[in-house]
């Protein structure tokens, strides 16, 4: 099994928009955005967020099997984070250490810019909770009924890993 995990560049936003949908499709409580709303946007929708964010993809054999996102904060008081978002395998991959990868692509381009690295998980996904504590994400908060999909609230937890100093 050939594992790769690179920076999607617009060249791949047909690939990042069908296995996003999937994502969508197939974990709703998972992501904040929906199925819907994400089916209607035109394929310059995907290239802008591939421009706008640092959107790693994770690659098994040579097909796009899943992505995470990582932004930097911007407000000087806060410059310190990073937030890890969007983190979808798809249920093939799962186990493969493909997901262990993509984080540590993360993690890898992170270091040196930020200290802190936040993620958010739903609450009863306890595969993701085991995972992320494996990769050094500490519990720090929680919110009860943070989001609300047909009428069901899914609490989520909030996690950090710190990465050290940032340096001078």
């Known amino acids: 099994m050939d594992i790769e995990v690179r920076g999607l560049t617009e ?3 047909e690939i990042f928009r069908a296995i996003r949908l999937e994502a969508l499709e197939r974990h709703p409580e998972t992501f904040q955005a929906t ?4 089916a209607d946007l035109h394929l310059d929708a995907f290239k802008q967020r591939l421009r706008q964010y640092a ?4 690659f098994l054999d040579g097909k796009l099997r ?4 990582f ?3 911007k407000n000087p008081k806060i410059s310190h984070k990073g937030i890890m978002w969007g983190m979808y395998v798809a249920e093939e991959a799962r186990g493969t250490g493909l997901a ?7 993690v890898d381009s992170a270091r040196g810019k930020v200290e802190q690295i936040l993620i958010s998980v739903i609450a009863d996904n306890e595969r993701a909770k085991r995972f992320y504590e494996k990769m050094g994400f500490e519990r720090y908060g929680f919110e009860r009924r943070a989001l609300k999909i047909e009428g069901r609230y899914y609490d989520e937890e909030f996690r950090v890993r ?4 940032k340096p001078a």
């Open 11 to 13: 060249d791949d936003a």
């Open 66 to 69: 899943g992505f995470v996102g």
């Open 55 to 58: 959107l790693f993809g994770g």
């Open 71 to 73: 932004y930097p904060l």
């Open 162 to 165: 710190f990465l050290g100093e």
């Open 35 to 38: 199925y819907e709303s994400a």
């Open 100 to 106: 262990k990868a993509m984080v540590e692509a993360v």
